[in-house]
C-alpha cells in the first residue's frame, strides 16, 4: 500500500515566521509531488509542484524534495495569518501528470498575530 | 468564468437508493478525477480519467462506479449506496500534464442512512 505521511499538526506559528511543513512517502517509484492548501470547509487549491531533487521557490513558497531520502517539505516565509489552513502533500508515480494522486492526511498550520 | 460544477451539493439518500453525482467542467480539461474526503483519513481518490473513454481505479473504487463520455462531465454513480459511503466528495480537473493546477470543485456532502 503506497503510503504518504504527514504530521497532522496543529503547527502552531508567529506571524512573519517561517512555516516547515513536511512530508515522506513509501513508493519508491514516485515522480511528481504537490503541495495543496484547504481552508476549513473549502476545496482544497495547488501551491506548488516539484518533480526534481532541490528546492523550487515561488513567492514566499518553497519547495524541497529529496527522493533519496523519500522526502517532500514546503517552507512558508513570512506567514501570513491568512496562511492558516491544512496543507495536504500529495505524491503520483506518473511523471509530469496527476494520475493516480495519493494525498497524506494533512498538517493544519496555526499562524497567530 | 473557469470552474468544476458539482451537483448536488448535499444530499441525503437511504442505503440501496441509486445514486449519480454530477461533475462538469468547461475548461476543455482531459484528466478529472473524483476523490472522497473523511475525517482522520484525509482525501482519496476514486477514480481518475486521463481523457474520453479512458478511467481507471483510485485507491477506493468500491461499490462506485464512473464513466467519461464526454471530454466535459464525468459523473460519480453509486449504484447500491451503504452508510460507510458517507463522505464529502470533491471532483478535479486539470490539463493533466506537467504538474498543471488541479482545480476542485465545491464538494457534494452525501449522507447515506
Known amino acids: 500500500q503506497k503510503e504518504v505521511e504527514q504530521n497532522s499538526g496543529p503547527l502552531s506559528v508567529p506571524e512573519g515566521a517561517i512555516a516547515s511543513l513536511n512530508c515522506t512517502y513509501s513508493?519508491?517509484?514516485?515522480?511528481?509531488f504537490f503541495w495543496y492548501r484547504q481552508y476549513s470547509g473549502k476545496s482544497p487549491e495547488l501551491i506548488m509542484f516539484?518533480?526534481?531533487?532541490g528546492d523550487k521557490e515561488d513567492g514566499r513558497f518553497t519547495a524541497q524534495l529529496n527522493k533519496a531520502s523519500q522526502y517532500v517539505s514546503l517552507l512558508i516565509r513570512d506567514s501570513q495569518p491568512s496562511d492558516s489552513a491544512t496543507y495536504l502533500c500529495?505524491?503520483?508515480?506518473?511523471?509530469?501528470?496527476?494520475?493516480?494522486?495519493?494525498f497524506g492526511k494533512g498538517t493544519k498550520l496555526s499562524v497567530k498575530p | 468564468e473557469a470552474q468544476v460544477t458539482q451537483n448536488p451539493r448535499y444530499l441525503i439518500t437511504v442505503t440501496g437508493k441509486k445514486l449519480t453525482v454530477t461533475c462538469s467542467q468547461n475548461?476543455?480539461?482531459?484528466?478529472m478525477s473524483w476523490y472522497r474526503q473523511d475525517p482522520g483519513l484525509g482525501l482519496r481518490q476514486i477514480y481518475y480519467?486521463?481523457?474520453?473513454?479512458?478511467?481507471d481505479k483510485g485507491d477506493v473504487p468500491e461499490g462506485y462506479k464512473v464513466s467519461r463520455k464526454e471530454k466535459r462531465n464525468f459523473p460519480l454513480i453509486l449504484e447500491s449506496p451503504s452508510p460507510n459511503q458517507t463522505s464529502l466528495y470533491f471532483c478535479?480537473?486539470?490539463?493533466?500534464?506537467?504538474?498543471?493546477?488541479?482545480?476542485f470543485g465545491p464538494g457534494t456532502r452525501l449522507t447515506v442512512l
Open positions: 478535479a480537473s486539470s490539463l493533466g500534464t506537467s504538474g498543471n493546477e488541479q482545480f
Open positions: 513508493d519508491r517509484g514516485s515522480q511528481s
Open positions: 516539484i518533480y526534481s531533487n
Open positions: 500529495a505524491v503520483t508515480n506518473y511523471g509530469g501528470s496527476q494520475g493516480n494522486l495519493i
Open positions: 475548461m476543455n480539461h482531459e484528466y
Open positions: 480519467s486521463m481523457n474520453v473513454e479512458v478511467t
